[in-house]
Structures are given as structure tokens and as C-alpha cells.
Nanobody, 115 residues
Framework: QEQLVESGGGLVQPGGSLRLSCVAS????????MGWYRQAPGKERELVAG???????SYGDSVKGQFTISRNKSKNTVDLQMNTLKPEDTAVYYC?????????WGQGTQVTVSS
């Protein structure tokens, strides 16, 4: 069973930055895709950003130009740099990893943007 452990969430003021990190218990290259989703209260879970095995990247429309995803193969981590945060970015952020027949989720980390 794969374990994905997120860290880096917290409370930040509007306009601030946070960096989330997700560490996998195996080589991240074993996954076809790794990335981040988020779910705000009363809303559906939505894609934030993802990176494929070949290194290509996708972003959700609401975070393009604001968030940056990156990976470190030697540390088995996928990070999400979040800049210019807004109250509407408040959500639980989940790490996600996919193989052809399996999907894995982390436990989630809370990000709250508030003054």
C-alpha cells in the first residue's frame, strides 16, 4: 500500500505564500502521474496541478500563473509552491498519485488564507 504524506499547510494572510510537499514511500517515477487536488467546504474536489512521468505539467485553470508544481526524484517528493494566496484558495489540499490500475491519496493538509 502506497503512503503519501503531505506537509506545509497552515494559516497565511492574503497575498502570502506557502509551499506544500508530498513525499511518497516509493520512487515517484513508478507513478504515471502525481499531483495535487483541493477541496473547499461545500465544493467538489478540483485539480490544482499535476506532473507526469515524462515531466509534463498541467494546472487547474484557477491557479495558472499563481502556483508552481515541481518534483525531486531523489527525495521522492512533489512540491506545490503557492504564491499570492487568496481567501478562495482556502481548502484541504490532497496529494494524489496514479498507476495504471491504482490511485492513491494522502490524508490532506489544510490551507487557510485569512487576515
Amino acid at each position: 500500500q502506497e503512503q503519501l504524506v503531505e506537509s506545509g499547510g497552515g494559516l497565511v494572510q492574503p497575498g502570502g505564500s506557502l509551499r506544500l510537499s508530498c513525499v511518497a514511500s516509493r520512487s515517484i517515477i513508478s507513478f504515471n502521474w502525481m499531483g495535487w487536488y483541493r477541496q473547499a467546504p461545500g465544493k467538489e474536489r478540483e485539480l490544482v496541478a499535476g506532473i507526469r512521468r515524462d515531466g509534463s505539467i498541467s494546472y487547474g485553470d484557477s491557479v495558472k500563473g499563481q502556483f508552481t508544481i515541481s518534483r525531486n526524484k531523489s527525495k521522492n517528493t512533489v512540491d506545490l509552491q503557492m504564491n499570492t494566496l487568496k481567501p478562495e484558495d482556502t481548502a484541504v489540499y490532497y496529494c494524489n498519485a496514479r498507476q495504471p490500475t491504482m490511485t492513491y491519496w494522502g490524508q490532506g493538509t489544510q490551507v487557510t488564507v485569512s487576515s
